[in-house]
C-alpha cells in the first residue's frame, strides 16, 4: 500500500493544531530561536516498525531545514536499544515535534506488530489475516498501511469498495436472496458482493444467490470446517468473530480463506519508543 503525500501531512497539521495551538509556553519561552539540536528515536520494546518516515515528517513541516537519518525502515524487526533514526535540527523544532512524532510512529508500529504476530500464528494454513473498517477517526489510512507493513491484508477502505450485507442490512430489508438480487441489478460490474451468514442454513442460500465473497460470522470451528466443505470453492470464504491470539490459530486450520480482525487497529497497544535529545550546555 502506498500513502499519498498530501494524506499524511493534513493527518499531521491536524495533530500539530490541536497540540500547538497558538504557542508552546515551555519550549518557545526557554529556547532560543537559533539553537540546534540533535535527537535519537531509540526502541523501547521488540516488534515491527512502521510509521518512522511519516515522524521524520512531522519536523520537516516545522522545520524544513532539519537532517535526518533513518536506519531502520518500516517493515523492519527492531529489539529493545536498537536506536531507530537519529535527526537534528531546531531545537524548538524538536520539541514541539516530539509528542505528535512519536504518537503517529508507536500507534502504527503497534498495528504493525500486533498484525504481524497473527500472521505468523497462520503460517502454513490457507489464511490471510485482514483488518475491519474499525479504525480511529482520521488514521484509517495510516493504519490500514501499517497492517500492510505487519504482513496482513486490507479489507474494503470505505462504503464505496464493496457491497456488504450484514445481518442488520438484512434485517432491514427483509431478504437475503431478495437484497442480493437487487444489489446485482444496480451495482457496477466492477464491485464484488459479500454475504454475512451465521449458520449453515444461511450459508446454502447465500451460495445460491452467488455472492462472491461469505462471512462465516461468530461460527464455531466446527461450523466453519463444514461451511468450507460445502462451498467447496465457490465463494471466498471470510472468518469474523471472535478472533485472538489464542483461537486464530484453530480458526486459520478450518481452511477458511480470510480472517477478519477488527483488534488490529482499534484495540493495540502503542509501541514503545522514545526520543532521547543530546545534552547541551547552557
Do not use: W
Not at 144 to 161: C, F, I
Not at 182 to 195: A, P, Q, S, Y
Not at 261 to 277: L, P, Q, R, W, Y
Amino acid at each position: 500500500m502506498k500513502l499519498i503525500q498530501f494524506q499524511i501531512d493534513d493527518i499531521i497539521k491536524t495533530a500539530l493544531n490541536e497540540d500547538i495551538n497558538y504557542i508552546d509556553v515551555t519550549t518557545d519561552l526557554l529556547v532560543d530561536d537559533d539553537r540546534i539540536s540533535t535527537a535519537r528515536f531509540v526502541s523501547k520494546d521488540e516488534g515491527v516498525l512502521c510509521g518512522i518516515d511519516i515522524a521524520m515528517r512531522v519536523f520537516e513541516l516545522l522545520d524544513p531545514n532539519v537532517e535526518y537519518n533513518v536506519y531502520l525502515k518500516d517493515g523492519s524487526s527492531v529489539n529493545k536499544g536498537d536506536i531507530i533514526a537519529e535527526i537534528t535540527g531546531r531545537t524548538r523544532a524538536l520539541l514541539k515535534g516530539e509528542r505528535t512524532a512519536l504518537n503517529l510512529v508507536q500507534h502504527l508500529s503497534g498495528v504493525a506488530s500486533a498484525t504481524n504476530k497473527l500472521v505468523k500464528l497462520a503460517e502454513g494454513t490457507n489464511a490471510g489475516i485482514a483488518d475491519t473498517r474499525k479504525t480511529l477517526p482520521g488514521l484509517r489510512a495510516l493504519q490500514k498501511y501499517a497492517v500492510t507493513v505487519g504482513g496482513g491484508k486490507n479489507h474494503r477502505y470505505n462504503l464505496s469498495d464493496c457491497a456488504m450485507l450484514k445481518d442488520t442490512h438484512i434485517d432491514a430489508y427483509g431478504s437475503l436472496t431478495n437484497a442480493v438480487k437487487v444489489l446485482r441489478e444496480n451495482l457496477g460490474h466492477t464491485v464484488k458482493i459479500e454475504v454475512e451468514v451465521g449458520s449453515l442454513d444461511e450459508l446454502h442460500e447465500a451460495l445460491a444467490t452467488g455472492a462472491d465473497i461469505i462471512m462465516l460470522d461468530n461460527m464455531s470451528c466446527e461450523l466453519m470446517s463444514k461451511a468450507v466443505d460445502i462451498t467447496n470453492g465457490r465463494a471466498l470464504l471470510e472468518a469474523s468473530g471472535n478472533v485472538s491470539e489464542q483461537t486464530l490459530r484453530s480458526i486459520a486450520e478450518t481452511g477458511v480463506d480470510i480472517i477478519s480482525v477488527g483488534a488490529i487497529t482499534h484495540s493495540v497497544k502503542a509501541f514503545d519508543i522514545s526520543m532521547k535529545m543530546n545534552k547541551q550546555e547552557e
